[in-house]
């Protein structure tokens, strides 16, 4: 049977070849209409295996003759067993049939020894322990930053579709998290020439270009908050289909009162990554953890975490990339 999906603007049922140059064609306007990859930027994808990273991956991979850039695959090991071994050969797959160099950066290598599954444990119990994510997601961030150093790139770029912004949006309004809500406006919006993927759309193109995806889901998942999102998402869109790009467009307008704007960041006093107070989220995670857990895995390298050095000179964008689900 054919699959096809009705393109939001020109009302067409696109499927195959033709839905692709349609995807790969609407990518291409919005990094070049925002100027978000300038011509000999070095790019670091941040490659986890699974749906999003690979079609940003193969999308970028497409356009990265006219838009002249080049492109470093970059994947975190968060050190999760059961799940990432897998997914990371996934990964290794993707780099060997793409020809794209791949580097593999550590939590356990980056953070003193710290794995996932040993915050998970150290946690258990804790009252934190449904906070595996939060932690994952905040260290992620630093160890893909470290991985763009250490490839020389200039830009980073990660895999987000529309309902994991919409999952977002909804889960920062009912945590209050004023802060998040502002950094995440100034996406721009379709009227302004950009487009959001949804997750319909970005596994349709998976499925047209055969790309070869992990798609298990990660053991601590299932803790996670965003499921609560998640859940009550499909609840809202059930009465209102518009409701994933609804949200999303509500947080890119959110104009918050100016007591609610976070103070501009500065620079984390131990590893100079971008912070608004003396500690970054990562140093400070980390600092909690060897708190409650002086002897972690392996043993502290000399100065504690190893991120000392930000991306030199990298406009250090964690960048939506619409249409093609940043
Ligand atoms: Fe990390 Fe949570 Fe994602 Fe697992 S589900 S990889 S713990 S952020």
């Known amino acids: 049977a054919l699959t096809a999906l009705r393109h939001l603007r020109s009302g067409l049922a696109l499927w195959g070849a033709c839905f692709c140059a349609a995807f790969e064609a609407e990518v291409l306007h919005t990094v070049e209409a925002g100027r978000l990859l300038p011509p000999g930027a070095v790019v670091a994808v941040g490659a986890s295996g699974g749906k999003d990273s690979t079609v940003l991956a193969h999308v970028l991979r497409e356009l990265a003759p006219p838009l002249d850039v080049s492109l470093r695959l970059v994947a975190v090991d968060e050190g999760i067993g059961g ?83 919409a999952e977002t949006v ?42 070869d995806y992990f798609s298990e889901e990660c053991v601590y998942a299932p803790e996670a908050f965003r499921g609560h999102a998640r859940d009550l998402l499909k609840l809202l869109e059930a009465v209102r289909p518009s409701a994933v790009l609804d949200l999303v467009h509500s947080a890119e307008r959110l104009a918050l009162h100016p007591a609610a704007q976070p103070p501009p960041p500065g620079a984390c006093s131990r590893c100079g990554a971008l912070a608004s107070r003396p500690l970054c989220q990562a140093c400070a995670l980390l600092d909690g953890l060897n708190h409650r857990h002086p002897k972690p895995v392996r043993a502290l390298p000399p100065g504690g975490a190893l991120l000392t050095t930000p991306v030199p ?9 619409r249409r093609a689900g940043l």
């Open 313 to 321: 000179g990298a406009s250090s964008l964690s960048m939506v990339l």
């Open 170 to 211: 909804l889960m920062n309004f009912l945590r209050g998290d004023a802060g998040r809500l502002a950094r995440g406006g100034g996406l721009g919006s379709p009227g302004e020439g950009g487009a959001l993927a949804s997750q319909k759309e970005v596994v349709l193109y998976a499925h047209f270009c055969r790309l």
């Open 83 to 165: 799940y990432r071994d897998a997914a990371l050969a996934a990964v290794r797959r993707q780099a060997a049939r793409w020809e794209l160099p791949l580097t593999v950066v550590a939590y356990a290598d980056l953070f003193g020894g710290w794995t996932m599954d040993a915050v998970a444990r150290s946690t258990a119990g804790s009252g934190r322990s449904r906070a595996c994510c939060t932690f994952c997601g905040v260290l992620r961030r630093r160890a893909l930053e470290e991985g763009a150093r250490l490839v020389g790139a200039s830009h980073i770029v990660t895999g987000h579709n529309a309902d994991d912004m």
